[in-house]
């Protein structure tokens, strides 16, 4: 279910430009994704959020239908620019009356985050984590889903003082042993870092390179045929700046001084031509130019 990306970088871009004009990008993936294991359609909702210049807070916009039958995403994403960012498509594993309070990204302060995957045996498997929250947080879910709960056991974390590697591996870990067998790839960002959980589905992400802009971009698969992403192994979080990309196994205790940094990118090779990067003059010509019937 769903699908998400993420990214951070020194230079704002179009919204378009990472989420429609690349040929396998979000908004292609809301019908055709091609790493999909869980379902095939994500029309249940989107939403995207990004930062403004000195701005520390996002904006978001989200509504409950696909994407491809939002007309007024066509207009946001090609005039909308933002050196960071999230955006989801949703495929919902139950249905549910939320509409678009249940669709990624969910918000508060400075960050951003979503989740793609199921909590298997939701909602009893989790009571008990849920009811260690204060009844403040549990009143103000914005949905009630899997998703909302998990955003508000990291933002528990967050408030009280952990980092976002902590907050997201703490819940990760107490979630699977709760409800085993669920799939819990999280994401956020805060404007300057993605930081994002690969367990039990797919994660790729892309780091700046030679030639390349000083950008990061996490995502649940990659968005064009760029021989640079690599995919991330199951149970590993992965925090991502402008700067780089860096892994740790989620499958042994904290330790940052053993934390590594990704896999350089392949080279590619001389029969390979790239899909055009940053995809500028496609998602200015044409911001929505194929969509199902």
Known sequence: MCRHIAWVGDDAVPLGELLVAPPHGLHRQSW????????????????????????PVPGRYRRAGPVWADR?????????????????????????????????????GPWLFSHN?????????????????????LLALEARNDSALLWALVLHRLRRGDTAPDA????????????????????LVDGTTVTATAWGDTLWHLGGGPGRRRRAVVASEPYDDDPAWCEAPDRTLVTATADGVA??????????????????????????RPSPAPHAARAARQPLEEYPA
């Open 72 to 108: 007024s995403f066509a207009d946001l994403a090609r005039v909308v620019r933002s050196a960071a960012g999230l955006a989801a498509v949703r495929d919902a594993t139950l249905p549910g009356a939320d509409a678009e309070a249940a669709a990624a990204p969910f918000a508060s």
């Open 247 to 272: 892994l740790r196994s989620l499958d042994r205790p904290p330790d940052r001084s053993r934390d590594t940094p990704a896999a350089p990118a392949r080279a590619a090779s001389t029969s390979f």
């Open 32 to 55: 055709a994704p091609r790493h999909q294991r869980h379902g095939t359609v994500n029309a249940d909702g989107f939403g995207v959020g990004w930062y403004a210049p000195g701005d």
């Open 117 to 137: 995957g199921a909590v298997a045996g939701w909602p009893g498997s989790v009571a008990a984590l849920a009811a260690g929250l204060p009844p403040a947080d």
């Open 168 to 187: 997201l591996t703490a819940v990760v870990r107490d979630v699977a042993a709760a409800a085993p067998g669920s799939r819990l790839n999280l994401l």
